[in-house]
T-cell receptor, first 114, second 112 residues
């Protein structure tokens, strides 16, 4: 079965620094998304990662804080910039495979900001 | 924005019992999906529903897409300890592959 991987799986970061999270899939997908899951909460969409163009951000999320790249059909990155403790969350990428209609999620990146 | 009301918030049941949870919305969705999340992992897709009134099963799981397109339920029959986890409903607007709106989740605990 197709695989979605995220790196790093977890990290502890100092406030004011930035972290880039990678999402890699082993076959081509049509769409890629980034979600945030705050402690004990549900999932909230950050943005849709568009190949070769700027991501589409949801209300409350901005490019300066969460820059996203998607250089090809199998890879995307999310950067959490100028971090504060409020950014401590699980960050998840999801994909829609070429032959399917549903979203499938990666294992997530657990971020703690101190 | 769109919101999904998922209930119950949590359940603590005896092994072997049946479980039912549901989601309602004031908005119409074109697709309903149900996911399960285990601790430290990403959500895993359980069932996807595409048509109003559709009833779909996946092993001991059964889900239905409400006829009004504003609700969905998930049933788990004869629960077992590995059913423990958080169950999320999600509604999808527009065409397939579009963004998802998630419910708050139902925490399921099973007594063996």
């Amino acid at each position: 079965s197709a695989v979605i991987s995220q790196k790093p799986s977890r990290d502890i970061c100092q406030r004011g620094t930035s972290l880039t999270i990678q999402c890699q899939v082993d076959s081509q997908v049509t769409m890629m998304f980034w979600y945030r899951q705050q402690p004990g909460q549900s999932l909230t969409l950050i943005a849709t990662a568009n190949q070769g163009s700027e991501a589409t951000y949801e209300s409350g999320f901005v490019i300066d804080k969460f820059p996203i790249s998607r250089p090809n059909l199998t890879f995307s990155t999310l950067t959490v910039s100028n971090m504060s403790p409020e950014d401590s969350s699980i960050y998840l990428c999801s994909v829609v495979w070429v032959t399917r209609y549903e979203q499938y999620f990666g294992p997530g990146t657990r971020l703690t900001v101190t | 924005g769109q919101q999904l009301n998922q209930s119950p918030q949590s359940m603590f049941i005896q092994e072997g019992e049946d479980v039912s949870m549901n989601c309602t919305s004031s908005s119409i969705f074109n697709t309903w999906l149900w996911y399960k999340q285990d601790p430290g992992e990403g959500p895993v897709l359980l069932i996807a529903l595409y048509k109003a009134g559709e009833l779909t099963s996946n092993g001991r799981l059964t889900a239905q897409f409400g006829i009004t397109r504003k609700d969905s339920f998930l049933n788990i029959s004869a629960s077992i300890p590995s059913d423990v986890g958080i169950y999320f409903c999600a509604g999808q607007l527009g065409e397939y592959g579009n963004k998802l709106v998630f419910g708050a989740g139902t925490i399921l605990r099973v007594k063996s």
